[in-house]
């Protein structure tokens, strides 16, 4: 089986006046081609420095990674040409309309202006933006803006397609349009790789996900897997939900983490 994302003990430290963040703590991944991959913690559990280095824009500390087949460390170059990443903060530039920002983004990879503009209209079909296209980005919606990020990251047509919480900050309805996007650029053969905080998202449209947190893996699988693992050990008669996997895990690795603080003083 092919893999689209593969790390082994992926490391970050971060260090500053005040001393070293580890911020990543030895990361191994394997997703396949194909999947929808979850990748979930709390707030600070590492998913966005995780992200940033599998996608070439903050360098590893120790570890490596390669993605759609390419070394990201050893050839950052390359490895970007089949990575589209949407970040948590979309930089938009909110004069520009959602077609001119299309066009400039696919310019920028070298495309052709014909072949720039056949692009823009096909990804802004795929996020339902027609209607909207030649108007400024600053009159979008929350739910819009993010549409068009997505939009932005396809450009090139990239193998693997990492989002960093895609819909955090969206309401329930924009969400699900998300999520439908979503799908829909899967099942066209790209693979995914979203951070969340949403269990229910993850629920929706992950095959896989892992759990992270204080910047170690804690556990992975299937969401079915997950919930039976939990309903198993603890004894349930029903299956839990994610949110309840969730808790039931990072309740017991933050004891841990909480362990070796106590350890250090
Ligand atoms: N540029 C940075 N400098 C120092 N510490 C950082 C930096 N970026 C992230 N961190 C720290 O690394 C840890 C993981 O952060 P992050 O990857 O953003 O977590 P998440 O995305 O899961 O919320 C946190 O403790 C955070 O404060
Ligand atoms: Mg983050």
């Given at each position: 089986?092919?893999?689209?994302?593969?790390?082994?003990?992926?490391?970050?430290?971060?260090?500053?006046?005040?001393?070293?963040?580890?911020?990543?703590?030895?990361?191994?991944?394997?997703?396949?081609?194909?999947?929808?991959?979850?990748?979930?913690?709390?707030?600070?559990?590492?998913?966005?420095?995780?992200?940033?280095?599998?996608?070439?824009?903050?360098?590893?500390?120790?570890?490596?990674?390669?993605?759609?087949?390419?070394?990201?460390?050893?050839?950052?170059?390359?490895?970007?040409?089949?990575?589209?990443?949407?970040?948590?903060?979309?930089?938009?530039?909110?004069?520009?309309?959602?077609?001119?920002?299309?066009?400039?983004?696919?310019?920028?990879?070298?495309?052709?202006?014909?072949?720039?503009?056949?692009?823009?209209?096909?990804?802004?079909?795929?996020?339902?933006?027609?209607?909207?296209?030649?108007?400024?980005?600053?009159?979008?919606?929350?739910?819009?803006?993010r549409r068009l990020d997505l939009?932005?990251?396809?450009?090139?047509?990239?193998?693997?397609?990492?989002?960093?919480?895609?819909?955090?900050?969206?309401?329930?309805?924009?969400?699900?349009?998300?999520?439908?996007?979503?799908?829909?650029?899967?099942?066209?053969?790209?693979?995914?790789?979203?951070?969340?905080?949403?269990?229910?998202?993850?629920?929706?449209?992950?095959?896989?996900?892992?759990i992270i947190d204080g910047g170690?893996?804690?556990?992975?699988?299937?969401?079915?897997?997950?919930?039976?693992?939990?309903?198993?050990?603890?004894?349930?008669?029903?299956?839990?939900?994610?949110?309840?996997?969730?808790?039931?895990?990072?309740?017991?690795?933050?004891?841990?983490?909480?362990?070796?603080?106590?350890?250090?003083?």
């Amino acid at each position: 089986m092919a893999l689209a994302v593969e790390a082994e003990q992926l490391v970050k430290q971060f260090t500053g006046r005040t001393g070293t963040v580890d911020a990543v703590r030895g990361v191994d991944l394997r997703v396949a081609e194909g999947e929808v991959f979850g990748f979930l913690g709390p707030n600070g559990a590492g998913k966005s420095t995780t992200v940033r280095m599998l996608t070439t824009l903050t360098t590893i500390t120790s570890g490596s990674a390669r993605v759609a087949g390419v070394d990201v460390g050893a050839d950052p170059d390359a490895a970007r040409r089949g990575i589209g990443v949407a970040l948590q903060e979309a930089g938009l530039d909110g004069r520009q309309t959602g077609r001119e920002l299309l066009v400039l983004q696919a310019r920028m990879f070298g495309i052709s202006a014909l072949d720039a503009a056949a692009r823009a209209q096909e990804l802004l079909e795929l996020v339902d933006l027609v209607e909207s296209a030649d108007r400024r980005i600053k009159g979008y919606s929350g739910g819009m803006k993010r549409r068009l990020d997505l939009a932005s990251a396809l450009v090139h047509r990239p193998k693997v397609l990492f989002l960093d919480e895609p819909t955090t900050g969206l309401d329930p309805a924009s969400r699900l349009v998300v999520w439908d996007e979503l799908r829909r650029i899967n099942a066209e053969g790209t693979t995914v790789f979203l951070t969340t905080q949403y269990l229910e998202e993850a629920d929706q449209l992950c095959n896989r996900l892992a759990i992270i947190d204080g910047g170690v893996i804690v556990r992975e699988g299937t969401p079915a897997e997950l919930k039976s693992e939990v309903r198993q050990r603890r004894g349930l008669d029903h299956d839990p939900t994610l949110d309840e996997v969730f808790l039931d895990v990072t309740g017991r690795s933050r004891e841990r983490v909480a362990g070796q603080v106590q350890e250090v003083r």
